[in-house]
Structure formats: C-alpha cells, structure tokens
C-alpha cells in the first residue's frame, strides 16, 4: 500500500517555518540543501519528511509551478496532546480558524498555510496502532 512520506511546503522564510515546525510540533532538521535557485530544509517526525522551500526569485519556471507565492491548501497533522499544541499555538501567535472545542483545530501557520491538528483517530485511513507505535517511538528517541 502507498503512503504519503513527503509534503512541500512553499515559505518566504525556511528559518522561521523550520523553527515553527520544531517548536511546536518537535520535528527534526534532517538537511539543508541548495539548488536550482532555492534553499530546502527538510525536517522529519522519524517517517515523514517535509520540505520547506525558499526560493531565491518567484521568477522561474519551477517556483511557479504550485502557483504564486507560499501554496498548499492544508494538510493534517496526529498529534498526541491536542490542547498542548493549541496553547503552543496560541502562545506563539498563530490564528486559529476552527470554533473552540471542535477537532481538528484548524490554523493559520508561517506564511498563512492552513493545517490542522488533531488525535490520529479523526483522519480517515490513519492506522491508530501504527500511529501511536510511531509517537512512542519518538519518544524514547526524545529521551535518548
């Protein structure tokens, strides 16, 4: 069976999201890169790698490709402790888009991409065993 381990994420600041996506979510860089006129900082939760893009111009072919300026409609992120990450967000200054209380929370996140939170059990096709073997797993790497 397929599955998605890779999501690009248009930025007009790889510091500032990379640190975003650290900070509230605990993912990891896994490398930085340079070419075809762009920085790439790839971050990991340990199966997953999202790549935030900074392109040098918004001039060429390949920057344009999603559409102009940062892009991507949203995606989903299980988390463990939805209201911690809530209070990270909200501590941080993100908007939240979704009436309290209803899940997932949706938000605005670095350059107004649209995400959303929530326990693993509300995205369709996530296997919760699967899901919480990879949160443990992560977890004792923490500690390691």
């Known amino acids: 069976m397929a599955s998605i381990v890779h ?7 790889v510091e500032r999201a990379a640190t975003f996506y650290e900070t509230v979510f605990g ?3 896994s490398e930085t890169t340079r070419k075809r006129g762009h920085t790439s900082c790839h971050m990991t939760d340990g199966r997953f790698d999202l790549a935030l893009i900074q ?3 918004a001039d060429t072919v390949e920057a ?18 939805t209201e911690a990450v809530h209070r990270r967000l909200v501590d941080g200054g993100f908007t939240i888009l979704s009436s309290p209380g209803v899940l997932p929370i949706k938000f605005r996140g670095p350059d107004g991409v649209v995400m959303e939170v929530g326990p693993s059990s509300i995205f369709p096709g996530v296997d919760e065993g699967a899901a919480a073997e990879r949160m443990a797993t992560l977890q004792q790497a923490e500690k390691a």
């Open 7 to 13: 999501l690009a994420v248009k930025v007009t600041d």
């Open 27 to 29: 993912f990891r860089r």
């Open 55 to 57: 392109y040098d111009t």
């Open 64 to 81: 344009n490709w999603a559409g102009e300026g940062p892009c991507i409609h949203h995606f989903g992120i299980a988390v463990e402790d």
